[in-house]
């Protein structure tokens, strides 16, 4: 990340961040979350860590869905989703971290509180 040094960030009030995919890269986390699913089917997982970023986007249901090709019914997409969520809350954080410079942004705003 390039922070820009003509930020004045004594005058920041308050910043909101969203965490998953803004200040963490969860994309491992998520796509090994899908590939147990997959799995779990009977279907060998052979998305890469590309193909899941390119699915993630507009909420996780529709992550698990792009991972079953857009070929689950919606109660098996329900369904589905349901055990994403209990896998990812298994598995989340195992593999994720800040992306480059997220430290220092947040050292620069927590400094100037």
Known sequence: MIINNSIDFDKIKCA???????????????GLACDVLLKQK????????QDYKNF???GAKLLVKRAFKNQLSESE???QYSLFKEI????????????PG?????????KAE
Do not use: R
């Open 16 to 30: 909101f961040f969203d965490l998953d995919g803004t200040l963490v890269n969860t994309i491992d986390d998520l």
């Open 42 to 49: 009977g279907i060998k997982p052979g998305w890469s860590s």
């Open 56 to 58: 993630v986007g507009n």
């Open 77 to 79: 997409l329900e369904e």
């Open 88 to 99: 990812y809350d298994k598995i989340k954080l195992e593999h994720a971290h800040m992306y």
């Open 102 to 110: 997220i430290d220092k942004v947040l050292k620069k705003l927590k």
